[in-house]
């Protein structure tokens, strides 16, 4: 009898640590190295095995650092950059290790030291005033970290992941609320609650990957909230507003 039970739980034992794994596997990173065809004024910048673009001016003036999604690269962010830039900001957007023309093998401890590569290169010069954090989805994250470990003061969340054990648990229902405790990575919620900045969350009611109910924290401790239209990955973004945003944060407003 005791023999059958130690079988049965080491078959649960099992199926637990493969479901644990494809979870994590398929939900936290699903990189792409093929680039697409990008606009030749983007300036390739890099620092070891990393990998990003520079656009715009690289001098002292408001500057959006980009924390992208888990999916893709930065060469499927084309239309988020030229919207930024449309605005008269720099921007400076990287791949995380793995992804685009970035070596190495992505892991939560991996994307935070990339985000502090850049956010280290970005501040030899631009003021700390003059720098905007923006995290996409899971880059919500690798944004907030960095934001509150560097004080940078404007920090945007589009889309943004509130924590993977959340997330867990609104997606995959019994038993993301039964496997919930062996989750804790991308907890932006947490590293909202250290960040002494100003910060905005956009976020769709609309959102099929990213539940809305799901980023109440979120929402509740941001300075200003904007509730797009759309879908996670077919969203329409009221950037005037955010360039209002910014421009109540920034230093420096003559662009």
């Not at 030899?124 to 923006?134: A, M, R, S, T």
């Amino acid at each position: 009898m005791y023999e059958n039970l130690i079988k049965i739980g080491l078959v649960v034992l099992v199926i637990i640590v493969i479901t644990v794994l494809l979870i994590k596997r398929f939900v936290y990173f699903q990189p792409s190295t093929e680039f697409m065809r990008y606009n030749n004024t983007y300036q390739d910048i890099s620092e070891g095995n990393l990998h990003g673009w520079f656009v715009g001016k690289k001098e002292n003036r408001p500057t959006v650092l980009i924390c992208h999604g888990n999916g893709g690269n930065i060469s499927h962010r084309q239309s988020l950059i030229d919207s930024i830039t449309d605005l008269g900001y720099s921007v400076m957007i990287f791949d995380y290790s793995g992804y685009g023309r970035s070596r190495g093998i992505p892991s939560e401890a991996q994307l935070y030291h990339d985000v502090s590569v850049f956010t280290e290169m970005l501040m030899e010069f631009v003021d700390k005033q003059n720098i905007i954090l923006y995290g996409e989805s899971i880059g919500a994250a690798v944004a907030a970290y960095a934001a509150r470990k560097y004080q940078i003061n404007t920090l945007i969340i589009d889309s943004g992941l509130p924590s993977i054990k959340k997330y867990i648990k609104a997606r995959f229902s019994f038993l993301g609320a039964l496997l919930g405790f062996l989750f804790s990575e991308f907890n932006t919620e947490i590293y909202l609650q250290g960040y002494n900045g100003r910060s905005l969350v956009m976020h769709s009611p609309t959102d099929e990957i990213i539940p809305y109910i799901i980023t109440d924290v979120m929402r509740a401790n941001a300075t200003e909230v904007i509730n797009i239209k759309g879908t996670h990955n077919n969203r329409t973004i009221p950037w005037d507003q955010v360039d209002s945003f910014i421009k109540k944060q920034t230093k420096s407003l003559s662009l």
